[in-house]
Nanobody, 123 residues
Framework: QVQLVESGGGLVQAGASLRLSCLAS????????MGWFRQAPGKEREFVAV????????YYADSVKGRFTISRDNAKNTQYLQMNSLKPEDTAIYYC????????????????WGQGTQVTVSS
């Protein structure tokens, strides 16, 4: 079993940056894909980014491409999401996900989930 804990969320102004972290415990996740999803009030959970086990393959939602960067440190069992040039529409609860198989932008294809961290961007 894998436990995921996110951190790094907060309240920032538009244009600012934040770095989210997701620490995995219970077993190594070095062989798992790891992703970030987000859910805004009244909306469905949506894909943000994914990084595969080697770290060389990453994919992003169009809405964050060029502003967000996903990375991982397998030695620390941790993945990160660097978020730059934040916009009010980035406001959401951000969830870390790991494992599973199938279509990477489908939340249902992931096995493990964190509890989420709130990101609020004011205009």
């Amino acid at each position: 079993q894998v436990q995921l804990v996110e951190s790094g969320g907060g309240l920032v102004q538009a244009g600012a940056s934040l770095r989210l972290s997701c620490l995995a415990s219970g077993r190594t996740v070095s062989n798992y894909r790891m992703g970030w999803f987000r859910q805004a009030p009244g909306k469905e959970r949506e894909f943000v980014a994914v990084i595969f086990w080697s770290g060389s393959n990453t994919y992003y939602a169009d809405s964050v491409k060029g502003r967000f960067t996903i990375s991982r440190d397998n030695a620390k069992n941790t993945q990160y999401l660097q978020m730059n040039s934040l916009k009010p529409e980035d406001t959401a609860i951000y969830y870390c996900a790991a494992g599973g198989s199938g279509i990477y932008f489908h939340s249902s294809s992931y096995t493990y989930w964190g509890q989420g961290t709130q990101v609020t961007v004011s205009s």
